[in-house]
Each structure stands twice: as structure tokens, then as C-alpha cells.
């Protein structure tokens, strides 16, 4: 029974930490579908994370935070956009620029307004979501495994967590079932065949970099709204780099995109539980090196040695109309 | 829209980097302004911090010299039309290297121990580049991608390293034993009497001979209009017989082995010792660095320069201005990306029509 529990607890651990990774890895599926690179998923949870923290700080409201988290994920989203889709410019370059402003302004604005080396105070009440107990919890409660799998790891998430997961069939539904997921993967595969058919390439792009914005928004406010219930400089410590990782181990797609970020975020969960831990047999693996799996197994599955993975045809290429 | 705009020679070359480069700073400016400072007053105590007197301004030298290898290193790769983002992973490497060599002959004589400490933190750079650059080459992967996964990679490798092999017995820190005298570079104020004491060692003047050891490569070798050629061309370089997959590989590897080279400055140079962190994002300031100066090592001599003005100077600045914290220059590193980089011909037309540059 204590080994179940602590298996359902690394589970939901786990779950927990694949959250924002699950965020950022959707919102980079939306952009790069659409054939515009994002390294820049990093730099936008991290603006959000803070903008969310600042407007809760100030409102008293968790909602207000998510609302504004997501507006400043957004806006740099469009940064990028213009810079990659009207500009014609390097997407990496602009992907760049957007981590790096993103890590200085809100270190800088951080000190600036609450004079504590970048960090904010501490959310309370309702300025932070709260864990939601899902009903049946009590029902369950005596049933063994299933009654604490649903205390642990079904219930008693903030909102974050379900409006995150809730975006997977959602977007599985908005790139496979509607006319818009068609075009935007078409302009992702080839842009001058939407562009034949009278569909306007920069106006796809641009809608994909707003879902891209809103997610990465989400992100952000879960790790500093909910998560962490304040903003810490560099919060995101690298999870939009992971997230990208799990988009390439997922072959861009979205369902495959919850299992690779369940996975990594599994990995982190175990690997903080192992520290110090020796295994039967193994020995004590170093932590570093559960650490940096999701980066090797990223590079073994980029390099085709185990299943290919193919990105979309046109992506980092800025669309010229001809002339 | 589309139409190419042309605009005169010197205009292209200059006139449009140095404006990217000037609206970047106003908008830094305009940042400085909202946080109730003021700009000018800014500017002025960031240079005399970085340039005002003898110590400031072997500060400002030393953080140049890793600048000056972070922005080389991106540079070569972009003469191949490859992006290399994992300056700070070959950097760690690099490290690792010099680190192991130093700690092993750390009592031998600097003249023989030093050469080849430099030389192993080359290598390792240079290897940790290499494989992402083959993975490109002969499997396809994006060395973009690659290289920000080798970037953590390196990053784990190195906490590893410190924890469970370099730690000495006894010791609480995540860092090497001190290296022995042989193991240590020369500083500059050691080497000239009368210079104050700074971390300025001889690794700059390292950094000036890559320098022109990069020229020398790039515009004036068989392998430097190699590299040109795949990055105008792939196509038109596998017909003029030249194999745009080696040259994939050796750039890399060129790239990585002068990202390796920043920790000679940091590791042999200064701390003495391998620590955590030690290259404290400057491979990423490579970037900025390439960007402004266009990838020409005598730009790149200057934009480094200037980006250790801006370090030293900032980190005075935020002694005498506690709001404007070092954090400002990470701020000012993103917009010259963003201007100068991503946004690079925004200005492009309307400067044309201005210079009276026609369309088409």
C-alpha cells in the first residue's frame, strides 16, 4: 500500500511538472505547423509567468494573472511573428532576442517594483489557483488504488492543470477536423499552394502565432500563479528548450505531445525522488544524468538512429509571394 | 512588397547596421526613462565606469576577451550558413579540458603545461561542436536544435564532473582543487609593471591573434572560400567539388574549438580552478556580437568592445544606480538581437527611398 502511494505520488509529481512543458510544447506545435521556428517558447512563458504574477499581485485575482500572462505571452508572440512572417528575418535570431528581452526586463522591472532582487511577494487567497478538489474524491476514497489514484493524481490540481490538458484534444480537434487546422499545417508544408488557392499566407501565420501566445501564456501563469505562488527570475529554467524537445520527440503532433511531456516530466519527477537514492543493483545514478535524458533522447530521435523525425516541410522559411 | 530594394554599398555595409545598432540603443534608452532614470546620466557613469580609469578598463578588456571568442565562434559558423547556438556547452567543454590538463601537469613549467591546455580546451570545444555538426551533415538534424540539447547536456556533464569526480575529498563546493602554478596564465598586470590589478590576462592578447588567425582563414584561404561558398550556395559549391557535408563538420568543429577557447580566459586566466557557471551566458552574447558586426573579425573586435563597455560599465552602474541592475545589459543584448538581427532590413526601404535608391 505505502509503495502504491508513493508511486501515485511520483505520478503526480510528474504530472504536475509536465504541465508547463505540455503548454509550451502545444503553443511551439501551433507556430512551427505553421512553418515558423520558435525558440523562443522560453522567453514567453517567462514574460508571462511574470506579467501574470504582477496583475494578480495587484488585482488580488488568479484570473486577472491568466488573463494578463497571456496578453504579454501574445504580444511578444506577435514580436516574433512580425519579425518572421512580414520581416522576412532570421526566426531563430528573432527567437533569440525574444529569450534574452524576456530574461532581462523582467529581472530589471522585478527589482525595480518590489526591491527584492527580481522576486515578487508572495501570491495568497485568491490572487493564486488553489488545488480544485474534483467531486468523487470522497466516494472513492475507500476504494484501494483507484480511490488514492484519484485523490492524487486526478483531483486536486489548480485550473491550470486542466485547461492545460483540456488543450490537447482541442487542438488535436482544431489541426485534424477544422478548415483553419488544415490551412495552417497546408502553410506549414506549403505555403505556395495555400497562397494559389486565395488563403492568405501571413494571415494563417499571424493566427497561429496567437494560439502559440495564449499557451505559452497558460504556461507561464501556471508555473508562477499556481506553482510557485510568486515569480523568481528565471523561473522557466530552460522548461521552453525541454518543451521543444518534446515537440521534435512527438513529431509535432498533439496527442504524442502530451505523452512525450508526461514522459520527461516523469523523468524529472523520479530523478528528484532518486537524489541520493542507491538502486538495487545499479547503484546511485547520478541525478544529472536522468537530467539530461530528455536533451539525449531528443538528439538520438533528431538524428534517426530510432524513428525519424520529419519537421514540417517549409518550416524557417519565410514565404515570398511571387511576383 | 516584395520587390528587392537596393541601396549603395557603403550604405548596406554601414549606414544600415550602425542605425539597427542606434535604435536598439534608444530603445534601451526608453527602458532606462520608464524605470525613472535617466539615460543620459546612465550612459555617462556606464562609460566612465568601463573607460574612466586603469582598472575599469582592464575589466571591460577582460570580459572583451571572451566576447571576442563567443563572437568568432558564431561568425565562422555563419560564414557556412550554419547557426551555432551551443557556444556555452563547448565553452563548459572547453573547460573540462584545460581544466584536466592543468590539474594533471599543474606542477610542471607554464611554457610546456599552458600550450597544452589551451590546446585541450580547443579540442574539446571542437569535438562537443563536431558531433552536432556530423549529426547535420550525414543524418539531418537541425544543428540549431542539436546545439541548444548539447548546450544542457554539457550543463548536467559539468555538475556531474564538479560533484562526483573534481570535488576534492572534504570539500562542500561544486568546483576543481586550485590548479598548480604551471597551470596558470600570466596576468597582464604580472607580465607589465605599472598596469593595476585586474583579471586582464594574457589570454586577450590569445583572443587578438584568433582574431586574425579567423581573417587570415576566412578571406584569404582555400577552406575560407570553401565555407563562403556552401554558405552563399550549397548547390553551386558541390558543383565547383567542394563537399558541403565536410565543410558541415569542420566549421563545427572550428566554431566549437573558439567557443572552447572562452574558457581559457575564464578557467586558466582567472579562477585557477573548474567551477559552475563559469560562462555565465557570454556564448549567447557571441550572437549579438556576430550580429553587430557582421561576422568581419574587425567588427566583431569592435561589437565585443563594445559589449565589455557594457558589462563592466553596467556592472558600476549598478553600484551607483541600484535600479539599473546588471540585468539591463541582458535587456540591451535581446534588442541588438531583435534590430539588428531578426529586424535586420526593416529600415531597408525607407532608407532607400531617402538615399534615393530606386526599387526593383
Given amino acids: ?323 | 512588397m516584395s520587390a528587392p530594394v537596393t541601396l549603395p554599398r557603403w550604405a548596406d555595409l554601414a549606414l544600415l547596421p550602425a542605425l539597427n545598432v542606434l535604435v536598439a540603443f534608444a530603445v534601451a534608452g526608453l527602458v532606462v526613462l520608464a524605470i525613472g532614470e535617466s539615460p543620459l546620466e546612465a550612459t555617462a557613469l556606464l562609460l566612465r565606469g568601463a573607460l574612466g580609469h586603469g582598472e575599469g578598463i582592464g575589466f571591460t578588456l577582460y570580459y572583451t576577451t571572451n566576447f571576442v571568442f563567443a563572437g568568432l565562434a558564431v561568425a565562422v559558423a555563419f560564414h557556412a550558413g550554419l547557426f551555432n547556438i551551443g557556444g556555452e556547452g563547448q565553452a563548459m567543454l572547453g573547460g573540462v579540458g584545460a581544466a584536466m590538463v592543468a590539474l594533471a601537469f599543474g606542477t610542471g613549467p607554464g611554457w610546456l603545461v599552458l600550450p597544452l591546455a589551451v590546446l585541450a580546451a580547443a579540442a574539446f570545444g571542437a569535438l562537443w561542436a563536431a558531433v552536432p555538426g556530423w549529426l547535420q551533415a550525414r543524418r539531418g538534424s537541425h544543428v540549431v536544435i542539436t546545439t541548444i540539447m548539447f548546450n544542457f547536456i554539457a550543463s548536467a556533464l559539468l555538475i556531474y564532473l564538479l560533484v562526483d569526480v573534481f570535488r576534492p575529498p572534504g570539500s562542500m563546493e561544486p568546483s576543481s582543487r586550485l590548479f598548480g602554478p604551471g597551470g596558470k596564465l600570466p596576468f597582464l598586470h604580472e607580465l607589465v609593471p605599472g598596469l593595476p590589478k585586474t583579471p586582464l590576462n594574457l589570454s586577450f592578447v590569445l583572443a587578438l591573434a584568433a582574431s586574425v588567425v579567423i581573417y587570415l582563414l576566412i578571406y584569404r584561404s582555400r577552406l575560407g572560400y570553401a565555407i563562403r561558398t556552401v554558405g552563399a550556395n550549397p548547390t553551386a559549391a558541390r558543383y565547383g567539388g567542394i563537399s558541403p557535408e565536410r565543410i558541415t563538420i569542420i566549421v563545427m568543429a572550428i566554431s566549437g574549438a573558439l567557443a572552447g577557447m572562452m574558457a581559457i580566459n575564464e578557467i586558466l586566466g582567472v579562477q585557477h580552478r573548474l567551477i559552475n557557471d563559469f560562462t555565465g551566458g557570454y556564448g549567447f552574447v557571441g550572437i549579438a556580437v556576430a550580429l553587430m558586426g557582421r561576422s568581419h573579425p574587425v567588427g566583431i573586435l569592435l561589437a565585443a568592445l563594445l559589449f565589455g563597455v557594457l558589462y563592466q560599465g553596467g556592472t558600476e552602474l549598478a553600484f551607483d544606480k541600484p535600479r539599473i541592475t546588471r540585468d539591463m545589459i541582458v535587456v540591451i543584448q535581446g534588442l541588438v538581437i531583435l534590430f539588428a538581427g531578426a529586424l535586420e532590413f526593416m529600415f531597408k526601404p525607407a532608407l532607400a527611398r531617402l538615399l534615393g535608391g530606386r526599387e526593383g
Avoid at chain 1, 52 to 72: D, E, I, P, Q
Avoid at chain 1, 116 to 138: H, K, M, Y
Avoid at chain 1, 164 to 170: Q, R, T
Avoid at chain 1, 229 to 238: D, E, R
Fill in chain 1, 1 to 323: 500500500m505505502d509503495l502504491i502511494e508513493t508511486a501515485l505520488a511520483i505520478l503526480a509529481s510528474g504530472l504536475r511538472l509536465a504541465i508547463p512543458l505540455l503548454c509550451a510544447c502545444l503553443a511551439g506545435l501551433y507556430s512551427e505547423r505553421s512553418g515558423v521556428v520558435d525558440i523562443g517558447l522560453e522567453g514567453k512563458m517567462l514574460a508571462a509567468a511574470f506579467g501574470a504574477t504582477v496583475a494578480a499581485l495587484s488585482t488580488g485575482s488568479a484570473y486577472a494573472g491568466l488573463a494578463v500572462g497571456m496578453a504579454t505571452a501574445v504580444v511578444l508572440a506577435l514580436i516574433h511573428g512580425y519579425a518572421a512572417i512580414t520581416q522576412r528575418g532570421n526566426q531563430i535570431v528573432s527567437g533569440m532576442a525574444i529569450n534574452m528581452l524576456a530574461a532581462g526586463l523582467t529581472a530589471l522591472l522585478g527589482n525595480v517594483w518590489y526591491r527584492e532582487g527580481g522576486r515578487t511577494p508572495s501570491l495568497e487567497g485568491a490572487a493564486r489557483f488553489n488545488p480544485i478538489t474534483l467531486p468523487g474524491t470522497e466516494t472513492l476514497a475507500d476504494v484501494p488504488v483507484l480511490g488514492p489514484f484519484w485523490r492524487l493524481v486526478v483531483s486536486g490540481h489548480p485550473l491550470p492543470v486542466y485547461l492545460a490538458l483540456a488543450a490537447v484534444p482541442l487542438t488535436w480537434f482544431l489541426l485534424y477536423r477544422t478548415r483553419w487546422g488544415l490551412r495552417l499545417r497546408a502553410v506549414g508544408e506549403n505555403p505556395a499552394a495555400v497562397d494559389t488557392a486565395g488563403i492568405s499566407v501571413p494571415r494563417i501565420r499571424y493566427s497561429a502565432m496567437l494560439a502559440t501566445g495564449v499557451l505559452c501564456g497558460l504556461g507561464g501563469t501556471y508555473l508562477a500563479v499556481a506553482q510557485a505562488a510568486s515569480f523568481l527570475p528565471h523561473i522557466t529554467a530552460g522548461k521552453g528548450f525541454i518543451a521543444l524537445a518534446a515537440l521534435i520527440f512527438a513529431k509535432w503532433r498533439p496527442v504524442q505531445a502530451l505523452g512525450a511531456c508526461l514522459l520527461f516530466g516523469l523523468l524529472d519527477a523520479v530523478a528528484i525522488r532518486l537524489q541520493g537514492v542507491a538502486l538495487p543493483g545499479i547503484g546511485q545514478v547520478p541525478v544529472q544524468a536522468i537530467q539530461a535524458l530528455p536533451y539525449v533522447l531528443t538528439v538520438i530521435l533528431l538524428a534517426g538512429f530510432v524513428g525519424r523525425a520529419i519537421p514540417p516541410k517549409a518550416i524557417g522559411v519565410p514565404y515570398v509571394k511571387e511576383r
